[in-house]
């Protein structure tokens, strides 16, 4: 290439740079994703029936996955049923290079989902559940529960589900509002108290008592620190893992969302169905933006596959997040896409896809 050529190559390469500046054209994220939120109900799958009983079955959703670089899920099913069959399925998940978290839904059938609160077959069920575990291996969560209301989230049952998460170090994913967030963080300062008022019941004494995670507890050594040593104030530092799902549907206002954040810091923000989030050219709204860089290591993805259709629009929902993911500076993205998710859990790095 001559000097003149190389030095018009140069003016055309910095026009491009600044033609893409200008339009805001960025290039997709491309490295792994975590999906916080999915999952497996059974419109998707009713396992051992064939179509149409089955219209999603397992080769069919670990496709979407991989051809779209999931490499991990929080998975949760109604009924359980779908979640285990993920778990089980160990050869196929690993082929398709995608590791899975299960999570206890709390939800038999529709009906449960407005009913669950009020329920104590349901804690009954959270507690068979944790002391069944899954064919891979134990829950790591609870959830994804839902609070149309957040009044309901004063009940004892939610009260006793957001205790048992945080003495069994569960992960919490919940369709609720701002207020109930508070109120299901608030259950468990107030336990905690409890614990550290004279005359208030020890460790062993909860669990001797027949507390929600008798029977299904972990060794007795688990509930020393943070569990022991906890305050007010500890429970503000950390308390359970409490992933919001959508942070906020109803629209929540940033400022808001930025208070939970700074007041809670095991609070995770999980972004389908936000309203408000994206702007022009499928990237993050500048409010959004901001939030985002302000906590970067607090947010997670999700696909949220509650129907059917949303399986259908498995890719399209995926390259949305990849679009504004791109956006962002690559290591903000990688830490929303994958990191956030992945250390929650412990996960190791995913590699190459296989
Ligand atoms: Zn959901």
Redesign the pocket.
Known sequence: MSGALHARGMWLLAGLWLWSAATGATQPYTGPLFDA?L?YNDEACVHDAPAPGCPHPLSDVLDRMQRNGVRAIIA?SRPNDGTKALAQARQQTRAAGVTVVPFIRLYRDRADYNNWFRDPSIAELVRTELAQGTPSGPYRGLG?F?LYDSANAQGAIARDLMVLADRQNLAV?A?VDDLAVEQLMQHVMDARQQQHTPGGASNREVVERGGPESGAGPPQGRFAPPWGAATREAVERGGPVLIW??TGIGGTPVARVDELMARFPHLMGEL?YRPGLTCENGQLCPDWRTLILKYPDRFLI?S???INQRWLYYDGLMQGYRTWLGGLPPEVARAVGWDNGARLFGLPEPGNRP
């Open positions: 939120h999952h949760n994804e839902h994913l369709h799902a959508h389908s999700g949220d596959t509650w």
